[in-house]
């Protein structure tokens, strides 16, 4: 059984004792009110990660980082690498976000030695995928994402491939308030999980947690993990919010 996952990427916000007191509220939400065979994920900035990893509940809350170094370590100034993150308790690294991908222009090649520096050093790579609007309008969202996939997470391994998660997230949906259809985020990602049937296998496809990501919110949670092929989120705006993000958790 594949896990449900619902993940804040709380991007660049909060000053670390407004992240510690967020996250703080959000774990005792999350222990007293949450539904239990959620995985909940805080996506941070490193500046936050240890603290945060320290006042959470373990047991029902990871941390997430929001990039690492595409080198182990070095002479990378300002880089933060997988070791470094591992080292602050944080389990789970974003890659590939869409905002990462346009305005600091990582590359299918960097993105990939991303998740396979994260997969080497035991921690959970949540790999983002999506096309623009323009894409979507001209209706080669498919192609589109198949060669992302293609470029940086099929090269893997079949037992490294097992231990991802997928985020699609739809540029046009991100903090527009547009959310996708459940219809939409739905097609979309059943056709990423027949892809992966056909390059690895059904087995590791049925197994693989597929987050959709952009404008969730509490208000629409329930309809898109209604549907069959969306196995949480990954939440943006609404994961500030630690009742509304609670409200998400629960919304299956
Ligand atoms: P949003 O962001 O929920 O604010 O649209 C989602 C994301 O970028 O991960």
Not at 37 to 44: A, K, P, R, Y
Request: aromatic letters at 8%.
């Amino acid at each position: 059984m594949r896990k449900k996952i619902v993940a804040g990427n709380w991007k660049c916000n909060t000053t670390v004792s407004e992240g510690v007191a967020l996250a703080k509220q959000v774990s005792d939400l999350v222990v007293s009110k949450g539904a239990k065979d959620v995985v909940v994920v805080l996506g941070t900035p490193f500046t936050h990660l240890t603290s945060v990893a320290a006042i959470i509940d373990k047991s029902r809350v990871s941390v997430a980082a929001q990039n690492c170094a595409a080198e182990p370590k070095g002479a990378f100034t300002g880089e933060v690498s997988v070791s470094m993150i591992q080292s602050t308790g944080a389990t789970f690294i974003i890659i590939g976000h869409s905002e990462r991908r346009d305005y600091y222009h990582e590359t299918s090649e960097i993105l990939n030695k991303k998740v396979a520096l994260t997969l080497a050093q035991g921690l959970t790579p949540i790999y983002c995928c999506g096309e623009a609007l323009a894409i979507r309008e001209a209706g080669t969202e498919n192609a589109f994402v198949q060669n992302q996939l293609e470029e940086t997470i099929f090269n893997l391994s079949a037992e490294d491939f097992g231990k991802i998660v997928i985020a699609y997230e739809p540029i046009w949906a991100i903090g527009t308030g547009r959310t996708a259809s459940s219809q939409q985020a739905q097609d979309m990602l059943a056709f990423i999980r027949g892809l992966i049937a056909k390059k690895y296998n059904q087995s590791i496809a049925d197994n693989c947690s597929i987050l959709y990501g952009g404008s969730c919110s509490p208000a629409n949670a329930n309809e898109l993990f209604g549907q069959p092929d969306i196995d949480g989120g990954l939440i943006g705006g609404a994961s500030l919010k630690a009742d509304d993000f609670l409200a998400i958790i629960n919304a299956y």
